[in-house]
């Protein structure tokens, strides 16, 4: 019913910068918040950043002032513009989204894209 696709990662130098877009499609209704996790080599899955339907975001303290999350609530994407990349930000990046669907039922899911791989290496 909904899909989430990833696009932008890639390998970079450290000191480059990468953008991720996730663009969401399907039985959408309405897209409440949405997220960037990262999960690296051996460790668990954390959130990286997310924004609200309004734009209020927020960050994990490791990427604070060199990640900017942004959304396009009418192209139903999500970005994730990175600077001044670290090679402790390798790992596969996935979008995810809180999603009223179109649908009798209203249901609301999360849901999640398939992940891209960033990494940072020189």
């Known amino acids: 019913q909904v899909q989430l696709v990833e696009s932008g990662g890639g390998l970079v130098q450290p000191g480059g910068s990468l953008r991720l877009s996730c663009a969401a499609s399907?039985?959408?209704?309405?897209?409440?918040?949405m997220g960037w996790y990262r999960q690296a080599p051996g460790k668990q899955r954390e959130l990286v950043a997310a924004?609200?339907?309004?734009?209020?975001?927020n960050y994990v303290d490791s990427v604070k002032g060199r990640f900017t999350i942004s959304r396009d609530n009418a192209q139903n994407t999500v970005y994730l513009q990175m600077s001044s990349l670290k090679p402790e930000d390798t790992g596969v990046y996935y979008c995810?989204?809180?999603?009223?669907?179109?649908?009798?039922?209203?249901?609301?899911?999360?849901?999640w894209g398939q992940g891209t791989q960033v990494t940072v290496s020189s």
């Open positions: 995810n989204a809180d999603i009223l669907l179109r649908a009798v039922s209203a249901a609301r899911y999360e849901y």
């Open positions: 399907g039985s959408i209704r309405i897209i409440y918040a």
């Open positions: 924004i609200a339907t309004g734009g209020s975001t």
